[in-house]
């Protein structure tokens, strides 16, 4: 039988199809995109905010202002009702991360020293990006394939600072906190736990991480990656983790790629918001909430009743896709 499941962080419940669909069933474009590269045609034209140079000088990867950003990083944050309504200026960033100078590079084929690179670009800008008080959140995400928002088939990241907490985001240092108040536990270090016990859905447990597909995710693939040691902020990664977790991205977006041949893709990080102390400042943050990076295939298009519902049917069974990731190879 068909089964729904509730998932235990923002109780929300998504239908698992008995009968898995298997990869090769799923029809989508491939994450190739074409049409000119506005990257390799920008070249220096864009404001470049740090360029990551080798040693004979020729740069690697850098991160640039966004041009086309709906955030502006000027101006006050204009905070007004209008009637029974409430709006803001757009004040934030959106950097873009220019992961290679090689157009069509995926970053799975980047090597483990350039995701590193990369890894450091997001620490370093979070950093900076979070100095600003008016900034509320920054977050990392990637679109690679049309689908998933990306146009051009170059490399690259975006970082955006927002004013706001994004809903998303709030939702779940909500379902975070108000598990840890009864329950005095963090729940991803608990939803770890099980999984590891449970092992149906792990897909790869290195020493400072563990990826699965979550038991009750919105996308068929869709997998997490979880660091293992409890920490609700991303700032706060020792190098030796930086060095697994270039590792595991790298191995994962490998591994999906050949599973589901070369799929569109999004990824985001979602780690706490900035800390610097607000009134409805919660005190429980960095015990409740727990960095970690979702990883969502765009390999289906949502029906009306997933948009009107919010309840995501799921095609392949979690179980059944960590069992296809783990099964496959991870060379080339
Ligand atoms: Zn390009
Ligand atoms: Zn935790
Ligand atoms: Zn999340």
Redesign the pocket.
């Known amino acids: 039988m068909n089964q729904l499941r509730r998932e235990p962080l923002l109780g929300r419940w998504v239908a698992v199809l008995e009968n898995s669909l298997r990869p090769e069933e799923y029809a989508y474009p491939s994450a190739t995109a074409s049409g000119p ?5 920008q070249g220096s034209g864009a404001e470049e905010i740090e360029v990551v140079r080798d040693s004979s000088g020729n740069w690697i990867a850098k991160v640039v202002r966004d041009s086309i950003s709906v955030f502006t990083p000027h101006g006050d944050l204009g905070r007004k009702g209008k009637g029974m309504y409430d709006l803001m200026n757009s004040y934030g960033e959106t950097e873009m991360v220019i992961e290679s100078p ?3 590079l995926a970053p799975e084929d980047m090597g483990r020293d350039q995701m590193e690179v990369i890894i450091d670009l997001f620490l370093r800008r979070i950093r900076e990006l979070e100095k600003d008080e008016r900034i509320r959140y920054v977050m990392v995400h990637k679109n690679c394939g049309v689908p998933s928002g990306d146009t ?3 490399p690259h990241s975006f970082i955006t600072a927002t004013p706001v907490i994004p809903m998303r985001v709030k939702a779940e240092l909500d379902g975070a906190k108000h598990y840890y108040g009864y329950k005095e536990r963090c729940i991803f270090c608990d939803i770890m736990r099980e999984e590891i016990r449970l092992s149906e859905r792990v897909v790869m447990d290195t020493g400072h991480y563990l990826a699965f597909c979550p038991f009750s995710a919105r996308f068929p693939f869709e997998f997490w990656i979880l660091p293992k040691r409890h920490n609700c902020s991303f700032k706060e990664i020792t190098e030796e983790e930086k060095k697994d977790l270039a590792t595991v991205m790298t191995v994962m977006l490998r591994r999906l790629r050949k599973v589901l041949n070369n799929p569109p893709y999004n990824y985001v990080l979602h780690t706490a918001p900035s800390r610097i102390p607000r009134m409805e400042h919660w005190h429980t943050l960095g015990e409740d909430f727990h960095w970690h990076i979702e990883v969502m295939p765009r390999i289906k298009r949502l029906t009306g009743f997933e948009l009107g519902s919010g309840m995501y049917i799921l095609s392949t069974s979690p179980e059944d896709a960590s069992k296809y990731l783990k099964e496959v190879s991870d060379g080339d």
Request: proline share 0%; with cysteine.
């Open positions: 590269c506005k990257i390799c045609e090689e157009h069509g051009c088939g170059h």
